[in-house]
């Protein structure tokens, strides 16, 4: 089956004196095609992101790039992309839409400094060619710069992309030569006294610690192949990829949502408190049991609970907080609570990521004195680990998952990121083991 697809149309924007739209994206339906096939062999722009509910998407090129610096990086990302989304017009489903896919780094003074080069403060594209998988089909679409651009390059990738093979092999593991820390267990330590230093004298309730480890690879690493080994162990984590032309590929299968937006209805969560898996499944529910029982845990995944609360309470007609659960992944198990709201007005997915970023499942409480904490007491740039990393479109709608269980792939080395929750009661050792166990899903694909 290959047809244009005309059902459920979307068009935004009015048109130009010439009667022709600044941008024009176009989709028609494709028989499916290996996503990673899609991102091989390019020096361009790409971007990958699924969603643990079935969404895929994968980008290519660059048909209009939106980047911002400072305080008020979120604001000059919405106002750029409304200037870029007010002259698109679409021509296919909605679910084949353009989207503009980038993220933010986690600190608003971020330089693009190595391994971060490329990496901007916030930056976002929308691809000239972009796939989306959903359960009702598989589109290309095409966005260029007036309606013959478009056609043409529709036509192209059409042919390229039903010429690549439906499956790819998911490829070797690119090996691990070495790894360095950025943070020795002694330095670690003194991080985290210091952090219980400033919980005992009252000015910090909770900060959110993070460590890096460089991995020096054998062999070259094919990215998109090990986001695909990580959709079999992780399924119901998110994935993405933001790979620069020419400097870093940012990648990651994290289990955190941030925020997601569709019209009114508003889903975001509290996820923090972790311990291992079992190795049978009575282990893993003993594991599960004392995070349960532990007051320390409750603590720590309470106040992102009440934090998540009053960021969202301003802009919710009502917010609902459901029962703690569990969040059980091949290697880790979180304590979870969902979050739901109906906003009171219309709002951009943006404002809603400004203020929800950073939770304390990754920043602190109170915020400030978690962000001082931060830069004083860390070893290493966090670029855009634990920041949001997701999409969002002309309507203002989109999803965001936090940047965590997440690397940066530059020349032969791949840089990971973990952090754990420290509040007062924490042990600097076991919080050691447990950011550990935070390196695993990527660690494990690359050995
Ligand atoms: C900061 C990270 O995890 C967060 C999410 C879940 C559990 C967490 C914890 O138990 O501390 C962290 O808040 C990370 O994976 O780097």
């Known amino acids: ?24 994206s176009r989709s028609r339906e494709l028989e499916d095609v290996s996503f990673s096939a899609i991102l091989d062999g390019s020096a361009e722009s790409r971007v990958q992101w699924a969603t643990p509910d079935g969404l895929e998407l994968v980008g290519r090129g660059v048909a209009a790039r939106f980047t911002a610096g400072g305080v008020d990086r979120f604001d000059r990302i919405r106002t750029q992309a409304s200037r870029a989304f007010d002259g698109l017009a679409h021509d296919g489903p909605a679910a ?28 976002f594209v929308v691809p000239q060619v972009l796939v989306t998988r959903t359960d009702d089909g598989t589109w290309l679409t095409a966005v260029g710069n007036g309606r013959d651009e478009t056609a043409d390059r529709l036509e192209r990738w059409h042919d390229r992309l039903t010429a690549l093979p439906a ?65 079999r162990q992780y399924p119901n984590c998110y994935r993405f990829l933001v790979g620069h032309e020419v400097e870093g590929t940012f990648f990651g299968a994290p289990p955190e949502r941030l925020v997601s937006k569709r019209g009114e209805r508003v889903e975001t969560e509290a996820l923090a408190g972790s311990v291992p898996r079992g190795e049978t499944p009575a282990e893993d529910e003993e594991h599960v049991e004392r995070m349960r029982a532990d007051a320390k845990f409750q ?79 860390e070893t290493f740039d966090r670029g ?64």
């Open 1 to 24: 089956m290959d047809r244009s697809s005309g059902d459920g149309r979307l068009a935004t924007g009015s048109e130009s004196e010439e009667g022709a739209f600044d941008l024009v």
């Open 96 to 123: 084949a839409r353009p989207r503009a896919f980038g993220g933010f780094s986690f600190h608003d003074g971020h330089e693009p400094t190595p391994p971060w080069g490329g990496f901007d403060a916030a930056s």
């Open 167 to 231: 499956m790819r092999p998911s490829g070797s593991t690119p090996g691990v030569a070495a790894t360095r820390r950025t943070t020795s267990p002694a330095e670690w330590t003194s991080q985290v006294e210091t952090a219980l230093e400033r919980i005992a004298d009252g000015r910090l309730r909770k900060v959110v610690l993070a460590q890096a480890l460089s991995v020096e690879l054998e062999g070259p690493i094919d990215v998109p192949a090990t986001l695909e080994r990580l959709r």
């Open 299 to 377: 603590h720590e995944h309470e106040l992102v609970v009440d934090a998540i609360r009053d960021q969202l309470a301003p802009f919710a007609r009502d917010l609902t907080v459901s029962a703690q659960t569990i969040r059980r992944l091949a290697t880790i198990q979180h304590l979870q609570t969902p979050i739901e709201a109906t906003l009171e007005s219309d709002r951009h997915v943006l404002e809603i990521v400004e203020a929800l970023h950073p939770t304390p499942a990754v920043g602190g409480v109170p915020p400030d004195a978690a962000w001082e904490t931060i830069r004083e007491t």
């Open 384 to 447: 855009w680990y634990a920041a949001p990393v997701g999409w969002f479109d002309a309507d203002g709608d989109g999803e965001f998952a936090v940047a965590i269980r997440s690397g940066i792939a530059t020349d032969g080395t791949v840089t990971l990121f973990a952090g754990n929750g420290i509040v007062a009661d924490s042990d600097p050792e076991e919080e050691w083991d447990e950011v550990q166990l935070k390196y695993r899903p990527i660690l494990d694909e690359l050995r």
